[in-house]
């Protein structure tokens, strides 16, 4: 009798955890763009200073998305080979076979070009990053009707946003403020109480 | 204008986790059917290992966010709680924890709470009432 095999195979949890991270830092970024410093940006009246601080901490949140994604697209790239191995077809066969896999093309892509004008300050680029990270992976299952689908990734996406937006919120957010020399009282205070 | 930024994301914290919440609980019946199927297979024991985890961590994050109140930073030192510890919630353990951070905080800390807010002109009720760590931040900071 064979023994069993294990439930779970090293690194693959550590590889998981990186895709996690991944896809975290460019959800994370667009909240915190389209949530957080909009909201920001909208309810006070913030001087040219403020604005301008705020604008660094939003490229700079899409400059760590765009590292997020690239790293994820990198890492299904690297799997592909594997996967169509166990599948007993081509790489280009397992691209092309299904319906859902131009759509999930363009919708990368669309993330990957909205992060990229992000990162060069075009602010429509945040929008088309928006509807990429929303849709895509496994919720691009909406435009093909399968709802039961949908559990996960929006647990997952959900996740990503709280998360994700406190890590850009953290990092490009607070980090860019406190570290600017538009803002000596902030640091000082920052100090303090760090 | 960091206290707006970490207002703004407060809202936006709360609503993700509750979806987080509403969809994990979902998800968990979707796979697990009973509830004795949650300490008799394999994805239920590591779903209480999780959640564990999870409780673990929301229990620090309400300790940093209790044990920061305004009186005590801004007072610039940190006074012993009566039993001497001098110890906030999140670490050590137990209820004690909790306890003492309620005791250590009154009467001088709930005194500079209220002289706080009155300095703010606002009602910091539902900042108490929600996730400690993320909208407490703001009092601590007063960076505005």
Not at chain 2, 64 to 74: D, F
């Amino acid at each position: 009798m064979e023994p069993a095999s294990p439930l779970i195979h090293w690194p693959d949890p550590l590889i998981e955890l990186l895709g996690f991270v991944a896809s975290f830092l460019a959800v994370g970024a667009v909240g915190f763009r389209l949530r957080v410093i909009a909201r920001v940006l909208g309810a006070r009246t913030a001087n040219a200073d403020d604005r301008r601080l705020l604008h660094d901490s939003a490229a700079r949140a899409a400059s760590l998305g765009l590292v997020g994604r690239l790293h994820l697209h990198r890492a299904f790239a690297t799997r592909l080979p594997a996967l169509a191995e166990r599948q007993h077809v081509t790489v280009g066969h397992i691209l092309t076979s299904s319906p859902r896999n131009p759509a999930q093309a363009a919708l990368v892509l669309s993330v990957l070009i909205g992060l990229g004008l992000a990162v060069r300050r075009v602010g429509s680029g945040w929008w088309l990053a928006a509807i990429g990270v929303i849709d895509t992976g496994p919720l691009a299952g909406v435009f093909f009707g399968q709802w039961n689908r949908l559990v996960v990734p929006i647990h997952r996406l959900a996740g990503g946003l709280w998360i994700g937006t406190l890590f850009m919120l953290v990092i490009a957010g607070l980090g860019t403020v406190l570290r600017s020399p538009l803002r000596p009282s902030a640091a000082e205070r920052w100090s303090q109480i760090s | 204008m960091v206290a707006d930024l970490v207002n703004a994301f407060s809202s936006l914290a709360l609503v993700s986790a509750g979806v987080l919440a509403t969809f994990g609980v979902i998800t968990a019946w979707q796979h697990l059917h009973t509830l004795a199927a949650l300490w008799t297979t394999p994805y239920g024991v590591t779903l209480i290992v999780k959640l564990l985890v999870v409780a673990w961590c929301s229990r620090s994050a309400r300790g940093i966010g209790v044990g920061r109140n305004p009186a005590r930073v801004r007072g610039g030192r940190r006074q012993p709680a009566p039993d001497g510890h001098g110890r906030i919630g999140g670490r050590g353990g137990g209820a004690g924890d909790q306890r003492d951070s309620r005791e250590f905080a009154q009467p001088e800390a709930a005194a500079g709470c209220r002289r706080w807010r009155a300095n703010r002109g606002q009602s910091s009720e539902s900042r108490h009432t929600s996730n400690g760590a993320v909208t407490l931040l703001p009092q601590v900071l007063e960076l505005d």
